[in-house]
C-alpha cells in the first residue's frame, strides 16, 4: 500500500465498499454524535467523511487534533445509510471506518477559519493566504485560473500563434504608468527597468520575421490598486502578427476570447452563461462616449444617453439653456419605469452626484403623463414633452440630466447610467457582452501642459498616415486603435502599429518629441523599423480580468494566487523590504531618508 494514500478525497464511490483504503489530507470538520466522530477529510480533489467509534484506535488521536492538521487515515469503506447520503459530495453515498491514523502535521490554533465563506479582513487572508486558498470558493478560483490559461494557449496555438519568451530586465519607456527599477551591481548609476508590457520586444518579433507571436506575458506596473487591477504585476494574453489589418486581429482573437467564456461559461455549477457570438460588435469611440458615457460600456445594460443641448437653446429653464449658449452640452439619462417610485430616488440621485464631486444631476419626473420637477416646470410641458418623445420615453418613464463641458458631462452621465441601472434592476444576468472601441482619437490635448500629448498609444498608426498628420488638425486624426470591452471591464488595449519611421517622426513631433528624443528612447524599435519592418498589430486582453468576470468576482484579489494589498505590500513574505547595507554597497546606492 501507498505511504500516504491509495485513493484521493474525491474518488471513493458505493463500488468501493468492503475495500481497506488509505487517504490523506486536512481534517476539514469535526463532528461529534453520541461519541462517535464524524470528520470531514479534504484533499485538493474534495471530501471523503471519516468515521471513528470510541473502540477504533483513531478515536483518540482525531478527539484531540485542531482543524487542519494533516493526517493519514486507514480504513474501510463502507455505504451510508440511505438518510445519511449526501448528494452533494461525490463521496456522498459512502464513508470511511477509521482502524488507524498517523498525524503527518498538527495543526496550531487558527488565526481564521477554513471552512466556510465567511469574510475576513484582507489583512489577515493576505497574511495567511496559504490558509485562503484552502478554502472552497478561492480553491476553484485559482485552479479556473490555471483552466483558462491553458485553454488560451491551446486556443492561441490553434490559430497558428508560437508562443516566444521576452525580456524581464529591460530599458525604461514611457509606455503611461511608472516603471519598477532595478538597479545594476555591474554598472554603477544605471538601473533596469521591469517590463510594463512587452510592447516593442513583440514588435521586434515582428521585425524579425516571426509572423504570430503571443506569451502568457508578466507585465509590471508602479500602479495603485483597484477592483480591477492588482499593484505590482499582472499576467496579460500578449499577441501581435504581421501582415494584417485590424479586421484580420479581431478575427483571430475573437474566437479564442469567445471560446474561453464559452468553456467556463457554467462555472461553479452555475446555468451557463451567455456569450456575445462574433463578430463582436464594434463601436467608435465618439459613439460610446456619447451613448454610454465610457469607453468601456456595459452592454448589458439598455439605458442609452442622449445629447439634448438643443432642445434647451433659448429654454425657460435659463440653467441650462445658459450652458448650450456657452458652447456646452446637456445629455440626458433615462430612467424607466419610475412613476411607482417616490421623488427621494431622485433626490438621492442628485444627491450621490454632488458625492462624486460633480454640481448635481438634474432630473424629470413623469407619472401618467404629468410632468414634475424643476425642469419641467420652466422648460414648458410642450417642450418636455417633445424632448421625451425624441427619446422614446413613456408615460411613466423619468430621466436626469447632466450638463456641463462635454467631458464632465459624459463622465457624469456614464456614472449615472451605472447607478441608475443597477438601482432600478435593469442589468441583464448571466450574460458576458462583448464588444470592440474603435476609432480612438490619436492625440488629445493636454489641459495640465497646455500641449497636445498622444491619447492611447504613441506605437499605433494613424488613419490617413502622413498625409493626415501633415494636412488635418491633430485633434480630428483618429488612430487604428481598439480596446475590447466585457461587461463594462476593458480586457486589453491594442492597435495597428506604426511600423514607418518618418510617420513615427512626425507623429511624436506633433506631441513635442524631437527626432533626437525619439532616437534616444525608442532607439531599438526606430532602428529596427529602418531596415525593413512589416505592417503588423496586436493586442493584449488581461488574464486576471477575465478570470475575475469568469468567476463572477467583484474584485482581481480573488482570482490571482498571492495577491499584494492595497499599498503594493506583501504580508505575508514581508515584502517590500529594507536592504542590508552590504547589499546597497553593491548596488553603489546610498538610502536617503
Same mark, same amino acid.
Given at each position: 500500500?501507498?505511504?500516504? +494514500?491509495?485513493?484521493?478525497?474525491?474518488?471513493?464511490?458505493?463500488?468501493?465498499?468492503?475495500?481497506?483504503?488509505?487517504?490523506?489530507?486536512?481534517?476539514?470538520?469535526?463532528?461529534?454524535?453520541?461519541?462517535?466522530?464524524?470528520?470531514?477529510?479534504?484533499?485538493?480533489?474534495? %471530501?471523503?467523511?471519516?468515521?471513528?467509534?470510541?473502540? !477504533?484506535?483513531?478515536?483518540?488521536?482525531?478527539?484531540?487534533?485542531?482543524?487542519? !492538521?494533516?493526517?493519514?487515515? @486507514?480504513?474501510?469503506?463502507?455505504?451510508?445509510?440511505? #438518510?445519511?447520503?449526501? $448528494?452533494?459530495?461525490?463521496?456522498?453515498?459512502?464513508?470511511?471506518?477509521?482502524?488507524?491514523?498517523?498525524?503527518?502535521?498538527?495543526?496550531?490554533?487558527?488565526?481564521?477559519?477554513?471552512?466556510?465563506?465567511?469574510?475576513?479582513?484582507?489583512?489577515?487572508?493576505?497574511?495567511?493566504?496559504?490558509?485562503?486558498?484552502? +478554502?472552497?470558493?478561492?480553491?476553484?478560483?485559482?485552479?479556473?485560473?490555471?483552466?483558462?490559461?491553458?485553454?488560451?494557449?491551446?486556443?492561441?496555438?490553434?490559430? &497558428?500563434?508560437?508562443?516566444?519568451?521576452?525580456? %524581464?530586465?529591460?530599458? !525604461?519607456?514611457?509606455?503611461?504608468?511608472?516603471?519598477? /527599477?532595478?538597479?545594476?551591481?555591474?554598472?554603477?548609476?544605471?538601473?533596469?527597468?521591469?517590463?510594463?508590457?512587452?510592447?516593442?520586444?513583440?514588435?521586434?518579433?515582428?521585425?524579425?520575421?516571426?509572423?504570430?507571436?503571443?506569451?502568457?506575458?508578466?507585465?509590471?506596473?508602479?500602479?495603485?490598486?483597484?477592483?480591477?487591477?492588482?499593484?505590482?504585476?499582472?499576467?496579460?494574453?500578449?499577441?501581435?502578427?504581421?501582415?494584417?489589418?485590424?479586421?484580420? @486581429?479581431?478575427?483571430?482573437?475573437?474566437?479564442?476570447?469567445?471560446?474561453?467564456?464559452?468553456?467556463?461559461?457554467?462555472?461553479?455549477?452555475?446555468?451557463?452563461?451567455?456569450?456575445?457570438? #462574433?463578430?463582436?460588435?464594434? %463601436? $467608435?469611440?465618439?459613439?460610446?462616449?456619447?451613448?454610454?458615457?465610457?469607453?468601456?460600456?456595459?452592454?448589458?445594460?439598455? /439605458?442609452?444617453?442622449?445629447?439634448?443641448?438643443?432642445?434647451?437653446?433659448?429654454?425657460?429653464?435659463?440653467?441650462?439653456?445658459?450652458?448650450?449658449?456657452? &458652447?456646452?452640452?446637456? +445629455?440626458?439619462?433615462?430612467?424607466?419605469?419610475?412613476?411607482?417610485?417616490?421623488?427621494?430616488?431622485?433626490?438621492?440621485?442628485?444627491?450621490?452626484?454632488?458625492?462624486?464631486?460633480? $454640481?448635481?444631476?438634474?432630473?424629470?419626473?413623469?407619472?401618467?403623463?404629468?410632468?414634475?420637477?424643476?425642469?419641467?416646470?420652466?422648460?414648458?410641458?410642450?417642450?418636455?414633452?417633445?424632448?421625451?418623445?425624441?427619446? &422614446?420615453?413613456?408615460?411613466?418613464?423619468?430621466?436626469?440630466?447632466?450638463? #456641463?463641458?462635454?467631458?464632465?458631462?459624459?463622465?457624469?452621465?456614464?456614472?449615472?447610467?451605472?447607478?441608475?441601472?443597477?438601482?432600478?434592476?435593469?442589468?441583464?444576468? *448571466?450574460?458576458?457582452?462583448?464588444?470592440?472601441?474603435?476609432?480612438?482619437?490619436?492625440?488629445?490635448?493636454?489641459?495640465?501642459?497646455?500641449?497636445?500629448?498622444?491619447?492611447?498609444?504613441?506605437?499605433?498608426? $494613424?488613419?490617413?498616415?502622413?498625409?493626415?498628420?501633415?494636412?488635418?488638425?491633430?485633434?480630428?486624426?483618429?488612430?487604428?486603435?481598439?480596446? %475590447? @470591452?466585457?461587461?463594462?471591464?476593458?480586457?486589453?488595449? #491594442?492597435?495597428?502599429?506604426?511600423?514607418?519611421?518618418?510617420?513615427?517622426?512626425?507623429?511624436?513631433?506633433?506631441? *513635442?518629441?524631437?527626432?533626437?528624443?525619439?532616437?534616444?528612447?525608442?532607439?531599438?524599435?526606430?532602428?529596427?523599423?529602418?531596415? *525593413?519592418?512589416?505592417?503588423?498589430?496586436?493586442?493584449?486582453?488581461?488574464?486576471?480580468?477575465?478570470?475575475?468576470?469568469?468567476?463572477?468576482?467583484?474584485?482581481?484579489?480573488?482570482?490571482?494566487?498571492?495577491?499584494?494589498?492595497?499599498?503594493?505590500?506583501?504580508?505575508?513574505?514581508?515584502?517590500?523590504?529594507?536592504?542590508?547595507?552590504?547589499?546597497?554597497?553593491?548596488?553603489?546606492?546610498?538610502?536617503?531618508?
Amino acid at each position: 500500500m501507498h505511504a500516504y +494514500r491509495t485513493h484521493t478525497c474525491a474518488q471513493l464511490g458505493a463500488a468501493d465498499a468492503g475495500q481497506t483504503v488509505k487517504l490523506s489530507g486536512w481534517v476539514h470538520r469535526k463532528r461529534d454524535h453520541g461519541g462517535v466522530l464524524f470528520i470531514d477529510l479534504r484533499d485538493h480533489h474534495g %471530501i471523503t467523511q471519516i468515521v471513528a467509534g470510541p473502540s !477504533s484506535p483513531a478515536f483518540p488521536v482525531l478527539d484531540r487534533i485542531r482543524l487542519e !492538521s494533516v493526517v493519514t487515515v @486507514v480504513g474501510e469503506v463502507v455505504l451510508r445509510e440511505a #438518510g445519511a447520503v449526501n $448528494p452533494k459530495l461525490p463521496t456522498g453515498a459512502i464513508e470511511v471506518r477509521a482502524k488507524d491514523i498517523v498525524v503527518q502535521s498538527a495543526a496550531e490554533e487558527l488565526p481564521m477559519p477554513v471552512a466556510g465563506e465567511a469574510d475576513y479582513p484582507e489583512d489577515i487572508r493576505l497574511k495567511y493566504r496559504f490558509l485562503d486558498l484552502r +478554502r472552497e470558493r478561492l480553491h476553484a478560483n485559482i485552479m479556473l485560473r490555471s483552466h483558462v490559461i491553458a485553454s488560451l494557449r491551446r486556443r492561441m496555438i490553434e490559430q &497558428g500563434f508560437t508562443e516566444f519568451q521576452t525580456p %524581464i530586465l529591460t530599458a !525604461s519607456s514611457p509606455e503611461g504608468a511608472r516603471d519598477y /527599477l532595478v538597479p545594476s551591481r555591474v554598472h554603477p548609476g544605471k538601473f533596469y527597468a521591469l517590463p510594463q508590457a512587452p510592447q516593442m520586444f513583440k514588435q521586434l518579433m515582428m521585425v524579425a520575421g516571426f509572423d504570430r507571436y503571443f506569451q502568457i506575458a508578466p507585465c509590471f506596473r508602479d500602479e495603485d490598486a483597484r477592483a480591477d487591477r492588482s499593484p505590482g504585476e499582472f499576467y496579460q494574453l500578449d499577441f501581435e502578427m504581421s501582415f494584417v489589418t485590424q479586421d484580420d @486581429v479581431f478575427a483571430a482573437i475573437e474566437p479564442v476570447l469567445a471560446g474561453v467564456f464559452e468553456e467556463f461559461a457554467g462555472f461553479g455549477g452555475r446555468e451557463p452563461w451567455a456569450v456575445t457570438k #462574433g463578430p463582436f460588435p464594434r %463601436i $467608435p469611440y465618439a459613439e460610446a462616449i456619447l451613448k454610454y458615457g465610457s469607453d468601456k460600456p456595459d452592454l448589458r445594460n439598455p /439605458l442609452i444617453i442622449h445629447d439634448v443641448g438643443e432642445h434647451f437653446r433659448g429654454s425657460g429653464f435659463g440653467l441650462f439653456a445658459r450652458v448650450v449658449e456657452a &458652447g456646452q452640452v446637456v +445629455r440626458a439619462i433615462p430612467a424607466p419605469n419610475t412613476a411607482g417610485l417616490s421623488r427621494k430616488f431622485f433626490d438621492d440621485m442628485n444627491e450621490w452626484a454632488r458625492a462624486q464631486g460633480f $454640481p448635481g444631476l438634474g432630473y424629470v419626473t413623469r407619472k401618467g403623463g404629468e410632468f414634475g420637477g424643476p425642469i419641467a416646470k420652466n422648460h414648458g410641458e410642450a417642450a418636455t414633452a417633445a424632448l421625451f418623445d425624441a427619446m &422614446g420615453l413613456g408615460p411613466d418613464d423619468g430621466c436626469f440630466f447632466a450638463a #456641463g463641458k462635454p467631458a464632465d458631462a459624459a463622465k457624469l452621465a456614464g456614472l449615472a447610467r451605472t447607478r441608475i441601472g443597477e438601482q432600478l434592476g435593469l442589468i441583464e444576468q *448571466g450574460q458576458f457582452k462583448f464588444c470592440w472601441i474603435v476609432d480612438f482619437p490619436m492625440f488629445e490635448y493636454n489641459e495640465d501642459e497646455k500641449k497636445i500629448d498622444f491619447s492611447h498609444n504613441p506605437f499605433s498608426m $494613424p488613419q490617413g498616415e502622413l498625409e493626415a498628420l501633415e494636412t488635418k488638425d491633430p485633434l480630428d486624426i483618429l488612430a487604428y486603435q481598439y480596446d %475590447i @470591452v466585457c461587461n463594462g471591464v476593458e480586457l486589453s488595449s #491594442g492597435a495597428i502599429r506604426n511600423h514607418k519611421p518618418e510617420i513615427m517622426y512626425k507623429a511624436f513631433a506633433i506631441a *513635442g518629441y524631437t527626432k533626437d528624443q525619439v532616437d534616444a528612447n525608442f532607439s531599438g524599435m526606430i532602428n529596427a523599423f529602418k531596415f *525593413g519592418a512589416p505592417p503588423h498589430g496586436g493586442s493584449a486582453p488581461g488574464v486576471d480580468r477575465m478570470v475575475m468576470l469568469i468567476a463572477d468576482e467583484p474584485n482581481l484579489r480573488e482570482v490571482v494566487v498571492f495577491p499584494m494589498t492595497q499599498k503594493a505590500e506583501d504580508l505575508m513574505m514581508g515584502a517590500p523590504a529594507p536592504a542590508t547595507p552590504r547589499q546597497l554597497r553593491e548596488l553603489h546606492i546610498r538610502v536617503v531618508d
